[in-house]
């Protein structure tokens, strides 16, 4: 892209002799100084950041989590599963909160501001709006192959973003669910986004897991503003926007290839590149501003925390 990449550095095993968490990670998020780890057997882990130690262990499900999501309130947090099943988990009392509507694997989550709704989005080619105390579905949209992958409810834009493997990514209206724009088709599946106050990024790959495609959209133009293909050799597992200490805008992305990347906000190069050689392929990625910590899962020898200053990687510990 006109710049130099920086060259790939090496996460070994030397950093942390210690594994805790042995099941492929498959999602994550931060709640205050915990980081939640959902896992490939239905198991979510809470982990102390700082101690590094294991706080409790649920267990929700009965098969592979595909996303965690806390509850903006601090008060639990949500899961979807391949079991169909969305579940409400206490942080205090591991009571659990079953939804239930979706035909197919429950793949992604998001909630409003104060988390009195929540949005979930299916393989079943549906997304359902629910009210979280009652546990009714108040709308359902259901749109021909679009089968759902990532979904981001933005309060700044009062709109819902969800990408799919119809190669779009549609602006919903959260009160109706209709989809008020289409952001034009890319070449790939879309695999994942996150959302700024005006920019959307999306990350796309084809169908045998290669031909990576990452892009930066204008939401009030509705229009790519910066693409770099091939961002990474393999599958985009996660995209993350991110904002350092000075207040500069980057981009962090995973990839099955086992690297992680920091990109500036147009795309124009790759900032700093980490290579995790014992994780076998990452797939998901979880940032904590308070904290200043990544959290990145992998398929092998579970969760690598990062601390993240100067757009650079510093490796802390496995777990």
Not at 102 to 126: E, F, I, P, W, Y
Not at 198 to 223: A, H, P, Y
Not at 228 to 257: G, Q, R
Request: charged content about 20%; glycine content about 4%.
């Amino acid at each position: 892209m006109g710049k130099k990449q920086s060259k790939q550095k090496d996460l070994s095993t030397e950093t942390s002799k210690v594994i805790q968490h042995y099941n492929p990670v498959t999602s994550l998020d931060f709640y205050q100084e915990y980081v939640l780890a959902a896992n490939s057997v239905g198991n979510i882990d809470c982990y102390d950041v700082e101690s590094k130690n294991k706080i409790s262990r649920y267990s929700p499900h009965q098969a592979e989590i595909t996303q965690v999501v806390s509850h903006p309130r601090h008060i639990g947090f949500f899961s979807s599963s391949r079991d169909k099943v969305i579940c409400f988990n206490s942080f205090d009392t591991q009571v659990i909160q079953k939804y239930e509507d979706h035909k197919l694997v429950v793949t992604a989550l998001s909630t409003n501001q104060d988390g009195t709704q929540m949005v979930s989005g299916s393989r079943d080619c549906t997304v359902k709006l629910w009210d979280v105390s009652t546990k009714c579905v108040l709308k359902s949209s259901s749109i021909a192959q679009n089968m759902v992958t990532d979904i981001k409810w933005s309060h700044e834009n009062n709109l819902i973003f969800q990408s799919s493997e119809d190669r779009s990514t549609k602006l919903m209206d959260p009160k109706t669910l209709f989809v008020v724009s289409c952001l034009p088709k890319k070449n790939y599946f879309q695999t994942c986004l996150d959302v700024s106050s005006f920019n959307l990024v999306t990350g796309s790959t084809g169908c045998n897991g290669t031909g990576c495609e990452l892009v930066v959209w204008d939401i009030r133009q509705l229009k790519s503003l910066y693409t770099v293909i091939n961002s990474h050799a393999e599958k985009l597992t996660d995209c993350k926007f991110l904002k350092t200490f000075n207040n500069d805008t980057c981009i962090i992305t995973s990839s099955l290839d086992s690297t992680i990347k920091v990109w500036q906000s147009d795309l124009s190069a790759s900032i700093d590149t980490y290579l995790i050689s014992t994780g076998k392929g990452v797939t998901s990625l979880a940032v904590s501003m308070t904290l200043n910590r990544i959290a990145v899962g992998t398929f092998e020898y579970g969760l690598h925390m990062f601390d993240f200053t100067m757009k650079k990687f510093n490796p802390l510990f496995i777990l």
